[in-house]
Every structure is written in C-alpha cells, then in structure tokens.
Nanobody, 114 residues
Framework: QVQLVESGGGLVQPGGSLRLSCAVSGRIFGLYSMGWYRQAPGEQRELVADITSTGITNYADSVKGRFTISRDNTKSTMYLQMNSLKSEDTAVYYC????????WGKGTLVTVSS
C-alpha cells in the first residue's frame, strides 16, 4: 500500500510564498508519475502541476510562472514551491501518485489572506 503525506500548508499573506512537500512510502517512487491537485470550497478538484518519472513537468495556466513542481527520488518526496500567492490559490492541496493504480494524500490547507 502506497501512502502519501502532505505538509507545508498554512496561512500566508498575498504575495507570499510556501513550499509544500509530499512524502511517499514505497520502494519504487522513482517510477511514479506525481502531481499536485487542489480543491477550493465549493469547487471541483483541479490539477495544479504534475511531473513524470523522467522529470517532465506540466502546469495549470493559473500557476505558470509562480509555482514550481519538483521531486527528489532519493528522498521519495515531491515538492511544490509556490510564490506570489494570490487569494484565489486558497484551497486544500492534495498529492497524487500514479503507477498503474492511483493514490492520494489527505491534503494540506493553504490559506492566502491578509
């Protein structure tokens, strides 16, 4: 069973930065395609960014130029560096892993507010 644990969420002012982490159990992390999704209150869950096992990245238009996804296969961890945060980035952020099956973390709340 693969387990994903997000951390790094919190309250930040507009224009600020946060870095989210997703620690993944399992011995084949390097083979997983990984992604960050978010869900705002009353909204559907949406893709924020993803990264393949070979490091190819993809971003939602709303976060391009502000967010950076990365992974450290030696630590079985994925990251999301979020800069220039806006109020509309407020959401629960979920970590996702795919390799045949799909696994989700429980989420971490990011609140952007003054």
């Amino acid at each position: 069973q693969v387990q994903l644990v997000e951390s790094g969420g919190g309250l930040v002012q507009p224009g600020g930065s946060l870095r989210l982490s997703c620690a993944v159990s399992g011995r084949i992390f390097g083979l997983y395609s990984m992604g960050w999704y978010r869900q705002a209150p009353g909204e559907q869950r949406e893709l924020v960014a993803d990264i393949t096992s070979t490091g190819i990245t993809n971003y939602a238009d709303s976060v391009k130029g502000r967010f950076t996804i990365s992974r450290d296969n030696t630590k079985s961890t994925m990251y999301l560096q979020m800069n220039s945060l806006k109020s509309e980035d407020t959401a629960v952020y979920y970590c996702n892993a795919q390799y045949g099956s799909t696994w989700w973390g429980k989420g971490t709340l990011v609140t952007v507010s003054s």
